[in-house]
């Protein structure tokens, strides 16, 4: 339990209480959420992902895979547990998730008073899963950010290298699930980069380098051009404000440190490379463990290619830029009350009024849509805001008190991981991809000053009745935009739905599949591009190597398609006629396949059903 804050039930027992409190409550408003809503190609892909490999499939090898891998087997075992339905991965999230409460809850405690933790606690659960349920690998992402983050305070605390393994062995846990993680690789570094510049006392015996403080300044300028570099495309100002300054702002407040350090004669390479050779350790165990399945079937090159090449080819096709700035601007109401609490928030007047401020905001936010902007954006702009409080702090010269030293060492810690698990929102910055970063934002907030858990009582009032109010009753559509609360509440009739979605889902998948059960004759179904739930929803067997489409993008002509696809594969075939990303399937390659499934129903605005008449199978009524 030491990832909670180092609990011990012999000595401080009744912490178990606010603890719980905080796990019960949040769990409460989730699980009755935990079935509502989807988003069609997201769950059907993590359903039909999971059952290839429940099938003996490899992921890379045998199918398309657009993650690392490791949540898929995640996800396989949920279906044995749970059932071949779209809810087993949902499962599986939501009992992680209440674990990820256990590590929110420690590091909130470290600042603040037990059962005040546990309301921050939960204030910042309603940003997560109640919000938006899916099984997606960036929530995965976040626990193992959390739990990383967590155990390198365990370490700054107590000098135990096993809590470098731990950190390390999250972050490759996270490495084998998204290959995003290696944001939360550099945000690991620059966390171990610090606590060496807060505890370098090397005795005068030991001789000091130069090039050690050289190599950090190096590295760090190096993170910030790799950034830049990256978000090349995308400069406009609310991506350098939100992506690009509060890491800039990291590295140079890093480099200050290490300058100072040099002026002091130095540093010796150990104070470096015995840390990070144990964190290093702990990222190997996970990402080894997973790869050696394809080096013993000689699959190695075809899981280095699906990880780190065929990512790039998908990666044009989701472009979604952030909100214009003058949207960001709504955002500052919110960052004055925040500004205010972290000064005066000390005095009984400024907390009460600052409740009566935030309640009342995060009343308005349910009927104005002026207000609702407000909130949200302002919620954004506490990254930026938080970063620069921290980096303006950890930059000054530090003194000679260890609590101070701990103090500082931990917000530069939740800093760094909130910094760099932001630049998840790239390339595709939906709101719903700041819900993935909000939770490590607010805790690197509530260090933002030595005092600011205790004195952020009406910001944290806000943050969690604005999301209760506001936030779960709608869905992606309106998340971050308006107040709305949207009807999900007719059932995919499905064996394998169980899930609540809108009565135009409901209707379009039914009869999308009742066509398709009624056709198929115990065939793969062609259906694409981009609708893989419609062959999860059906069952196998699948067709091809590819998930979201059975054909591959790069076959644009009928020639390829005559020479390597085999339309008697399948006797039922589904076409996405608008598809969410990418473009529709070529005109040509359409005319060629609808010429050998000649009948057809048009199912909504955007499916075609079509089919084949195959001797031996007949229609079911």
Request: charged fraction near 15%; hydrophobic fraction near 55%.
């Amino acid at each position: 339990m030491a990832l909670t804050g180092g609990l011990d039930w012999r000595t401080r027992r009744w912490d178990w209480l606010p603890l719980a409190a905080s796990i019960i409550v949040a769990a409460l408003f989730a699980w009755p959420l935990l079935d509502r809503g989807w988003t069609p190609h997201d769950d059907g892909m993590l359903g039909q992902t999971a059952e290839r490999i429940r099938l003996g499939q490899l992921p890379h090898r045998d199918f398309e895979e657009l993650y690392t891998g490791a949540l898929g087997l995640w996800h396989a075992l949920a279906q044995r547990v749970f059932g071949t339905t779209m809810m087993a991965p949902r499962y599986a999230l939501f009992g992680l998730w209440c674990g990820w409460l256990a590590m929110v809850f420690g590091i909130v405690k470290r600042s603040t008073a037990p059962w005040w933790a546990t309301a921050i606690t939960i204030a910042v659960a309603m940003w997560t899963l109640p919000v938006y349920p899916s099984a997606m690998p960036s929530w995965y992402l976040l626990i193992c950010a959390t739990g990383a983050a967590g155990a390198l305070l365990n370490w700054n605390d107590h000098g135990r290298p096993r809590w470098l393994l731990v950190a390390g062995v999250a972050v490759g846990i996270g490495l084998i699930i998204k290959i995003t993680a290696l944001y939360l690789l550099a945000a690991a570094l620059l966390s171990i980069v610090s606590a060496t510049q807060e505890q370098h006392n090397a005795p005068a015996s030991v001789r000091r380098q130069w090039a050690p403080s050289a190599a950090v300044i190096v590295g760090a300028v190096m993170l910030a051009a790799m950034v830049l570099w990256l978000l090349r495309d995308r400069t406009a100002a609310p991506e350098l404000l939100h992506l690009v300054v509060p890491i800039v702002l990291l590295v140079l407040t890093l480099s200050v440190r290490e300058v100072r350090i040099v002026r002091t004669g130095g540093r010796n390479w150990n104070e470096l490379l015995v840390p990070t050779g144990w964190f290093a350790a702990g990222v190997a165990v996970p990402v080894l463990m997973f790869a050696l399945p394809y080096v013993f079937t000689g699959s190695f090159e075809a899981l280095m290619r699906g990880v780190f090449v065929d990512p790039l080819t998908r990666i044009g096709g989701m472009n979604f830029a952030m909100r214009p700035l003058e949207k960001t601007l709504a955002g500052l109401y919110f960052a004055t009350l925040v500004g205010v609490e972290l000064r005066w928030g000390a005095h009984r007047i400024v907390k009460v009024a600052a409740i009566v401020v935030a309640l009342w905001f995060a009343w308005r936010s349910t009927q104005s849509y002026v207000v609702y902007q407000a909130v949200w954006e302002g919620a954004r702009l506490l990254l930026p805001m938080s970063i620069a409080i921290i980096a303006f702090q950890y930059a000054r010269r530090p003194s000679a008190s260890g609590t101070d030293t701990r103090v500082r060492f931990n917000a530069m810690t939740l800093a760094a991981f909130a910094a760099m698990f932001a630049l998840n929102q790239f390339p595709f910055s939906a709101n719903v991809y700041f819900c993935f970063v909000a939770p490590l934002v607010f805790l690197a907030l509530m260090r933002a000053t030595p005092q600011a858990a205790s004195r952020l009582i009406g910001t944290t009032v806000l943050l969690g009745t604005f999301a209760v109010l506001s936030l779960l009753p709608g869905d992606l559509n309106t998340l971050g935009f308006y107040p709305a609360k949207v009807d999900l509440d007719h059932r995919l009739g499905m064996v394998r739905g169980g899930l609540r979605v809108s009565a135009g889902d409901s209707a379009q998948y039914t009869m999308v599949q009742a066509l398709a059960e009624a056709h198929r004759g115990g065939l793969p179904i062609f259906a694409g591009p981009g609708i893989p739930e419609i062959p999860f929803l059906a069952g196998p067997p699948y067709y091809g190597h590819n998930v979201f489409h059975f054909l591959a993008y790069d076959r644009r002509d009928t020639t390829a398609v005559a020479g390597q696809m085999n339309a008697d594969s399948a006797a039922t075939l589904i076409w996405n006629l608008h598809p969410a990303f990418g473009e529709p399937v070529s005109p040509t390659v359409k005319a060629w396949y609808d010429a050998r499934f000649p009948h057809v129903a048009r199912v909504g605005e955007g499916l075609e059903v079509r089919w084949r008449i195959v001797k031996g199978i007949t229609a079911q009524p």
